[in-house]
């Protein structure tokens, strides 16, 4: 899964700030910069978790008509701005800049058109299970000066008004029948019940005051704590239990048995559009689930052939049972598996550089994903460094089901959320200090980011890895991960798939554990069209090299092929093959 990110795109900008016509601009480099200085005044999230800690003291109710009327008014603006431009007149970089800043925001314009403030929560990502992770003091976040503690005090209280529209987003949601399934927020009912707590010591928002950093003064110390401890027992846990109770009495009677997006008023629409947006194409939900079939029985052959190799006896379903019965597969201990990953994270950074020829110069940790949401939580993720690289990335492991987390898969899992995966291509973008603002720390092309890490994943064997068979059927366990969703996203959501038709097709098509099945398939069901942009992107991917390969015979050169793939950052896939073809011409 993705890195952790908040864009303009999906969150869109604030009412809390005027939305002024934005100033005429001689180049569009100047437009690009103002619009992104905008994106952080109305994004303040966006803007602490890259690093910029200007509005770590803000947080815009990002679902109330109010700002949802002024930012698309804002968008709308913009694009009006950008279309000023005669791209034939402008610099290679800068119309490609133009390009994809006109995507960008026609893409947001035509986005507000789907009504998604109305489910604003679901068990993957929402506001509200997103403050306690910077209330931690271990995430983007800072609690390292009393300012630091001031202005997250502040951002508590901004989380009321959000948490109350919430309810109210809800409510509306019900009297237009645009409902989450249920299983979804019984997942969520449980995330909540979590963070309602008796004991403020309890509250994951105490944990900055209980371990205040050397030097605050007495004073400061019995300020803050008692500052903390109100907001926690008078109005962040109260305001947490309105909404586990909203959901426990209101929402979840209401909830839908369908689990289609198409279900939805106007949803068959809906899904078309976030199909396009996670997959930067216009593939078609049969061509999609077409494709799905074909790679899944592929890989089913690689996976015959890897039984073989070990001399299992027995068929493919015994295999995968064997896989997931035999205690050799798994540690017994999360901190076993926690270091297994850093061990394997010393073993890939040994052989970067024989691929690579740029490096990101932020370093990345491994992390036990939080036990509040573990249960949860996909299996593993990864969140992006700042961009001065003061803080670093974070490659989160689930260690809730050590079942789910097979010895097996540790290689390809680590290439593809840290290096040369996530973490490689996140951070290298970051730090492109010659690109817009815009493009250096948005971007969140699904097709591009998670094409790229499952390319990172395939090229294992070439760097060394997958020496030991069980390893490189790991590789193929996940690469069936990515090839099964292309079947079930498409299948749940213009099908009518059943939860459990999606989940029965998934265990008879892999070995993954059933607990993670179902996180997989209710993942699908909360976020449809997103898991469609990894194996298309890759797929995408693949065929550029190979096509580069081919044209370019002995003058190919993989580290040169790379740098191409990664030094402008996330971009439509079709903008990349564009690219990739001009490199083509130019080598030869």
């Not at 100047?30 to 910029?52: C, H, M, V």
């Not at 001399?311 to 379903?317: A, I, T, V």
């Not at 939580?377 to 260690?399: E, W």
């Not at 010659?434 to 094409?451: I, S």
Request: proline share 6%; with cysteine; net charge negative.
């Amino acid at each position: 899964m993705t890195r952790i990110v908040l864009s303009l795109c999906s969150l869109l900008l604030s009412a809390t700030v005027p939305a002024a016509e934005p100033p005429p601009a001689a180049e569009p480099h100047r437009l690009f910069e103002d619009y992104f200085e905008r994106s952080l005044q109305l994004n303040p999230l966006q803007a602490t978790f890259i690093g910029d800690h200007r509005y770590d003291d803000r947080l815009p109710n990002f679902i109330s008509p109010a700002y949802l009327a002024e930012s698309l008014g804002v968008e709308r603006s913009y694009l009006d701005a950008a279309l000023q431009f005669e791209p034939q007149a402008l610099s290679a970089e800068d119309r490609l800049s133009l390009e994809i800043f006109l995507h960008e925001r026609r893409t947001a314009i035509e986005g507000a058109a789907f009504p998604s403030e109305l489910l604003p929560l679901d068990q993957m990502f929402s506001i509200a299970t997103l403050m306690p992770l910077f209330g931690s003091a271990t995430n983007a976040q800072p609690f390292e000066t009393v300012q630091d503690y001031d202005r997250f005090l502040a951002r508590m209280n901004d989380y009321l008004a959000w948490s109350d529209q919430a309810i109210a987003n809800m409510r509306l949601g019900i009297a237009k029948k645009i409902v989450q399934p249920r299983v979804v927020m019984e997942k969520v009912q449980a995330q909540l019940a979590a963070l309602v707590v008796d004991d403020p010591q309890k509250s994951l928002f105490y944990a900055p005051v209980a371990k205040f950093p050397d030097g605050f003064s007495a004073a400061d110390r019995k300020r803050l704590e008692q500052a903390y401890r109100d907001a926690i027992v008078n109005r962040i846990t109260p305001s947490y239990r309105r909404l586990y109770d909203f959901v426990r009495d209101e929402y979840l009677p209401q909830t839908r048995a369908t689990v289609a997006w198409t279900a939805l008023p106007g949803g068959k629409a809906w899904y078309a559009f976030l199909i396009k947006v996670n997959t930067t194409t216009d593939y078609t939900p049969d061509f999609i689930h077409d494709l799905g079939l074909k790679e899944v029985a592929r890989i089913r052959g690689e996976m015959e052939q890897v039984k073989t190799q070990v001399g299992f006896r027995g068929d493919l379903h015994a295999f995968f049972r064997h896989l997931q019965d035999d205690p050799q597969f798994y540690y017994a201990k999360p901190g076993d598996l926690i270091a297994g990953y850093q061990d394997v994270k010393r073993r890939i950074d040994a052989v970067l550089p024989k691929f690579f020829a740029v490096f990101p110069r932020a370093d990345y940790e491994v992390r036990p994903v939080e036990a509040f949401r573990a249960e949860s939580a996909a299996g593993a993720m990864y969140q992006s460094p700042s961009a001065d690289g003061s803080r670093p990335g974070i490659f989160y492991v689930n260690t809730f089901n050590l079942k789910a987390q097979p010895k097996f898969g540790m290689e390809t899992l680590s290439l593809h959320e840290a290096s040369p995966g996530h973490h490689f291509q996140i951070s290298i973008q970051q730090e492109l200090t010659g690109l817009p603002k815009f493009r250096r720390f948005g971007g969140n092309y699904t097709a591009y980011v998670e094409g790229w890490a499952l390319y990172a994943e395939s090229i294992g064997r070439e760097m060394g890895l997958f020496t030991d068979p069980y390893q490189y059927y790991g590789r193929l366990s996940d690469e069936m991960l990515r090839a099964m969703r292309l079947v079930v996203d498409t299948g749940l959501h213009s099908r009518n798939w059943s939860r459990e038709q999606a989940i029965a097709y998934m265990l008879d098509n892999s070995s993954m554990a059933p607990s993670d099945v179902e996180a997989e398939v209710e993942r699908y069901i909360a976020n449809p069209g997103q898991a469609l942009g990894y194996k298309i992107g890759q797929i995408r991917i693949r065929e550029m090299r190979s096509r580069a390969e081919a044209a370019l015979g002995a003058k190919f050169d993989l580290k040169a092929f790379h740098t191409e793939v990664l030094r402008d950052g996330a971009v439509p896939m079709d903008v990349l093959e564009k690219k990739i073809e001009r490199w083509i011409e130019s080598r030869k």
